[in-house]
């Protein structure tokens, strides 16, 4: 009726002696009367149970114990303990999250839980007994489930027994749902049954498909948005060109003008580049927020960064208020890890903000903080009017203006939002610290890099065109636009030896290039017809013409744009609006080099 088997991690004599099943069931006995541990397994009506026995009574277990008035007690004991341990068990099934199945190796059900119930809409008593693929697997995969089951039953070779899958479920009600479903196989004295633990994901799945509708939208949004502001700088950059170019045009002539004249033509100058740096920081923000920003970082000398951008600064804005910059960084062993670009924007940002939200003969200082853990802070303060506390957090929001009142103030709110985005990308932090009324001091933080050798900034040189006059010089322009080919006219008009070939299709442009050899193709590069890549490579491929530089002149101003004209064998990119100094320069330095 009752006998020892299969006794896990038990030592050596005690397995040996509780073999022997006189002395064994003894032992038992008296373990089980003191009350104390030693977990064995016995096995009760084809039934596993565990039971719990002490080896150190062990010893003083008389086998005499065993007599017949015991074995009856040792029963009830054993009974005892087998009916928690099922009621247990059950309480388990019956409270389990998961619904529990289980099934013989035919694929019948005999075991069924609340839970599974709950899931595929079947009661116990409906599904005991019966083929476990007729209730919850769909028509179509059916036979598919048959044939695994009678293929693991046979080779024993598992397929999806003991992984986590995901199959489509069959509910009472005829309705499909996905269930995540786990299987072990169990082999009980040779006798081989199935327990499926299946979970209903239909909820997760929803979820998941809804996060994933979710992200392809804020991506179509994102690109929808990246489009619209680059073909929006495109749009901007071709009447800037006119203005900006036919502006420095004038300006060149200054000497025919009168001075009120020049003083006019300094304004337009003046308010296109303006307009130019609010299109350029559009597609900064463009290239950051689509993840096109080149992050390139280095060991950077803080000082020499520094005072550069206070010197471009000091230049390049109007500083209506009569504000001086202070620079206090004299350390020049101070280096970050940054990349030169960005941090110079970054800088420049922060030092023109101070400025121009500065009151009336105000102060800007920059100054620099050695912070612990190998940081450096450098911090741009100034004595202006202070940002109200509740403000702060918009000031890193783009197209956030904090006070509106005062709208002479440029910008449109994106320069610190780039900011922060660069600061981050270069792993550093950003913020600011303001009191109304007593001024505002933004800062951020780098680590700090080991010195180098290598000059950080290159020198900036600014050379006077040389173009020689002796020498001919044939340029061909191919642009569609009548507006940029008269100001391209106007710039090289009055330089001898240069001639101008214009055509305004890129076939055309290609005829004339085949005829005329010039020394010099600029190309625009959004043409009708052909455009300017494709006729760069046809140029590139003809060898009468496949020897002259192509410059590209286009007002497509991202980094992808001008990578693909290089790669399609351009030896230079100009973006309009024109810098007619860039212009010059070039063309100087090819006549130069013939
Ligand atoms: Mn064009």
Redesign the pocket.
């Known amino acids: 009726m009752l006998y020892l088997k299969n006794i896990p991690d038990i030592k050596d004599k005690v397995f040996a002696v509780l073999l022997g099943t006189p002395l064994g069931l003894a032992s038992v006995v008296g373990s089980i009367i003191a009350g104390v541990e030693l977990l064995i397994m016995l096995e009760v009506q084809d039934i596993f149970v565990p039971a719990i026995f002490s080896e150190s009574v062990w010893g003083y277990v008389d086998t005499a114990l065993l007599t017949l008035t015991v074995a009856p007690v040792l029963y009830f004991l054993v009974f005892r303990k087998m009916q928690a341990s099922m009621h247990r068990t059950q309480m388990l099934l019956d409270s389990a999250m998961d619904g529990i199945i289980s099934m013989d190796h035919a694929g019948k059900v005999i075991g069924w839980n609340p839970q599974a119930e709950h899931i595929f809409g079947y009661s116990y008593e409906q599904t005991i007994g019966r083929e476990l693929s007729d209730l919850i697997v769909p028509l179509n995969l059916r036979e598919a489930h048959r044939n695994g089951l009678a293929r693991f039953v046979k080779t024993n070779i598992p397929t999806i027994i003991g992984k986590r899958v995901e199959i489509t479920g069959l509910h009472a009600n005829g309705s499909e749902f996905p269930v995540e479903l786990t299987i072990a196989s169990l082999n009980q004295n040779g006798a081989l049954f199935f327990t499926d633990h299946a979970r209903d994901i239909s909820e997760k799945k929803k979820n998941e498909d809804n996060l994933i509708a979710a992200r392809d939208e804020a991506d179509r949004a994102n690109q929808a948005k990246s489009l619209f502001l680059s073909s929006m700088s495109h749009e901007l950059r071709t009447p800037l060109n006119a203005i900006l170019g036919f502006g420095q045009l004038l300006e060149l002539e200054s000497d025919s003008i009168t001075s009120s004249q020049h003083e006019s033509v300094t304004h337009i100058l003046s308010a296109g580049h303006h307009l130019l740096g609010l299109v350029n920081q559009m597609l900064d923000l463009t290239r950051i927020d689509i993840d096109k920003w080149d992050i390139n970082t280095t060991p950077l000398n803080i000082e020499d960064l520094v005072s550069n951008c206070v010197a471009e600064v000091a230049t390049a804005i109007e500083n209506k208020g009569n504000v001086t910059i202070e620079n206090t960084i004299t350390d020049t062993g101070l280096w970050v890890q940054g990349d030169n670009q960005s941090l110079r924007q970054v800088v420049i940002n922060l030092l023109s903000n101070a400025v121009n939200y500065n009151e009336q003969n105000g102060l800007v200082t920059i100054s620099s903080v050695l912070e612990k853990e190998g940081r450096l802070r450098i911090e741009v303060r100034d004595t202006g009017a202070g940002i109200a506390s509740d403000k702060l957090p918009l000031l890193f929001t783009p197209f956030e203006r904090i006070d509106q009142r005062h709208g002479t103030i440029s910008g449109v709110g994106i320069g610190l939002h780039i900011s922060k985005r660069l600061i981050e990308m270069m792993q550093g932090t950003i913020g600011v610290e303001s009191v109304e009324g007593n001024g505002s001091t933004f800062w951020f933080d780098l680590p700090l890099a080991v010195e180098t050798n290598e000059p950080t900034i290159a020198p900036r040189e600014c050379k006077k065109p040389i173009l020689h006059k002796y020498s001919h010089f044939v340029v061909l322009y191919i ?3 009548a507006t940029n080919v008269k100001l391209v006219e106007r710039a090289l008009h009055g330089f001898p030896g240069i001639e101008l070939l214009v055509a305004d299709t890129a076939e055309e442009g290609i005829t004339i290039a085949e005829e005329k050899c010039p020394d010099l193709i600029l190309m ?4 009708p017809g052909i455009d300017g890549i494709t006729a760069t490579t046809l140029l590139k491929g003809i060898a009468a013409t496949k020897h002259i530089p192509v410059v590209a002149l286009s007002a497509d101003a991202m980094k992808e744009d001008i990578d693909r004209a290089l790669n399609a064998g351009c030896s230079g990119y100009l973006t309009k609006p024109i810098d007619l100094q860039a212009l010059y320069e070039m063309i100087a330095s090819m006549r130069l080099s013939e």
């Open positions: 642009e569609d636009n625009d590069i959004q043409l």
